[in-house]
């Protein structure tokens, strides 16, 4: 049994696949912002206080060079590292955000 998640055009299942791209575009951001946010929690929950002030550094590099992409890799390389769930955690937390939009439409 795969493990891995399955394509789904959410918009589409919800009804919202005649929105205009730009509606469309905006609630992918937002939903992907809001997986992100769900799981950067859940590996702040896991991390030591010194990995979580590591992390919090990296972060604050990325968010001040948001157009260098080794800040982005540097965070990445961390989590890679330190949190050997990640890939996990964005698959539950992808699956429970579709989840409520689907229980909610």
Known sequence: MST????INLLEEVGLSDLPKEHKEEL?????????NAVMLRVFDLLPNAQQKELVALLAAQADAPDDAS??????????????DFARFMHEE???LHKRIRDAS
């Open 4 to 7: 891995q998640p399955q394509p």
């Open 28 to 36: 992918l951001h937002e939903a992907g912002e809001a997986i992100y």
């Open 71 to 84: 800040k982005a890799e540097d965070v990445a390389a961390f989590l890679e590292k330190n949190v050997p």
């Open 94 to 96: 992808t699956e429970s």
